[in-house]
């Protein structure tokens, strides 16, 4: 991503645009704009998220479901972190189920959220699972991502799934944009850079 560049001509159209506003949505978008040249350094953006190596096991009436979440977080996202802003991880899961016409349609889903901080007094980072509020803590932000990396769920079948269907398990990781503050929430809305999720992997439910 290019730094933010302004053209003469480009500053006074909107220059104008804003004065043409009222006073208070004049100020809400000043303080937008200037948020998004705050976090619009020249630099570019390298985070990625992929799953690999997944697995779903039925046992009875569950699924327990394992995957490696390979995780990088640097550029904007790790400065954004390093200043003391949480970052929301979301893991979700789909079940599908085949149809006679061998089609395959979700028949359950479920999603874990997980709150990344860096807490500078003590420079270290704190791993929160929201559902459960229990948090873990680490020394470093590689050491925290090769945590959350081995990423395991155990989830009830739901009813009316018996063990013969042909099952199929799919996971996806991603950052949160929803959960960032103000006027930061705004700007990764809009930017490509804060996009990142990985893509829906899929693989059978197996029965040992």
Not at 31 to 55: I, K, M, N, Q, Y
Request: glycine share 8%; hydrophobic share 45%; proline share 4%.
């Amino acid at each position: 991503m290019q730094g933010l560049i302004i053209c003469p001509v480009g500053f006074s159209l909107m220059h104008l645009l804003l004065n043409s506003l009222k006073p208070r949505f004049n100020r809400f978008c000043l303080a937008v704009l200037s948020a998004g040249a705050l976090w619009l350094p020249g630099a570019p953006v390298f985070a990625d998220f992929t799953v690999s190596d997944g697995r779903s096991v039925l046992t009875g009436n569950t699924v327990k479901t394992s995957a490696r979440l390979n995780l990088s977080i640097t550029g904007e996202p790790e400065i954004a972190l390093s200043k003391g802003i949480g970052l929301t991880l979301v893991v979700k899961s789909h079940l599908y189920r085949a149809s006679l016409a061998s089609w395959y349609f979700k028949i359950g889903e479920w999603e874990d959220r997980l709150l990344l901080e860096h807490h500078s007094l003590s420079n270290r980072y704190t791993l929160t699972t929201l559902d459960s509020g229990i948090t873990e803590d680490f020394a470093t932000l590689a050491e925290t991502l090769d945590f959350l990396g081995r990423y395991t769920e155990t989830v009830v079948l739901p009813a009316g799934v018996s063990a013969n269907d042909a099952l199929q398990m799919r996971l996806q990781v991603s950052l949160s944009r929803g959960d960032l503050p103000g006027p930061l929430k705004l700007v990764a809305l809009i930017l490509k850079d804060w996009r990142i999720s990985s893509d829906w992997e899929r693989w059978k439910v197996t029965i040992p």
